[in-house]
């Protein structure tokens, strides 16, 4: 089955610490892309990265950081410099191709708690 | 900066009957809209998307339209079931860069009842 998968799905973490939430999908898309939700509010970019090595920030990149090693892979880590980061963290992707619709596709998602 | 207003943030209806969401959008240089389906504690799932060129797509029992010029988008769920109860999103690509960033309004969350 063609999808994204997100893991853990719970995530607990202490002050202080680093943690990194996996992103994977297998509909060999070329763009990744990084959502933060929080009630009341609508999705907010975080990062997005077009294509393998290569990633920019979002509207609220402060106190995270990504990677793009490989094609199908875009995990996020989530630093001690994000002040408030318990929320629902969503992955998503989209493509191929520089014309196409580029409809965006989501994975289950990841709850942070910040204990 | 594109803005995206989902009105009503709540509605209820009873089973069987036609409703309408709606979505306005602030800049109407877009690419495209998409709706999005999302249930407690789940990812999104995508449900239409619109092109900028296009007036309407239509799935099922969904039928989404587009105004660009007036910067509006609704969605219609005819004969609405239960299992249609769920937040409903919208989100407006802009046509601005090469990337394919998303504005998403703060969505519509629908329960359907016996």
């Known amino acids: 089955d063609g999808g994204i998968t997100q893991s853990p799905k719970y995530l607990f973490r202490k002050e202080g610490q680093n943690v990194t939430l996996s992103c994977e999908q297998n509909l060999n898309h070329d763009a990744m892309y990084w959502y933060r939700q929080d009630p009341g509010q609508g999705l907010r970019l975080i990062y997005y990265?077009?294509?393998?090595?290569?990633?920019q920030k979002g509207d609220i990149a402060e106190g995270y950081s990504v990677s793009r090693e490989k094609k199908e892979s875009f995990p996020l880590t989530v630093t001690s410099a994000q002040k408030n980061p318990t929320a629902f963290y969503l992955c998503?992707?989209?493509?191929?191709?520089?014309?196409?619709?580029?409809?965006?596709?989501f994975g289950p998602g990841t709850r942070l708690t910040v204990l | 900066k594109q803005e995206v207003t989902q009105i009503p943030a709540a509605l209820s209806v009873p089973e069987g009957e036609n409703l309408v969401l709606n979505c306005s959008f602030t800049?109407?240089?877009?690419?495209?809209l998409q709706w999005f389906r999302q249930d407690p504690g789940k990812g999104l799932t995508s449900l239409l998307l619109?092109?900028?060129?296009?007036r309407e797509q239509t799935s099922g029992r969904l039928n989404a339209s587009l105004d660009k010029s007036s910067g509006r988008s609704t969605l219609y769920i005819a004969a609405s079931q239960p299992g249609d109860s769920a937040t409903y999103l919208c989100?407006?690509?802009?046509?601005?860069?090469?990337?394919?960033?998303?504005?998403f309004g703060t969505g519509t969350r629908l329960q359907v009842t016996l």
């Open positions: 619109i092109q900028s060129s296009q």
């Open positions: 998503a992707s989209s493509g191929p191709g520089q014309h196409s619709s580029r409809e965006q596709f």
């Open positions: 800049d109407s240089a877009i690419y495209n």
């Open positions: 990265s077009q294509i393998v090595n290569d990633f």
């Open positions: 989100a407006v690509r802009s046509n601005t860069g090469t990337a394919s960033k998303l504005t």
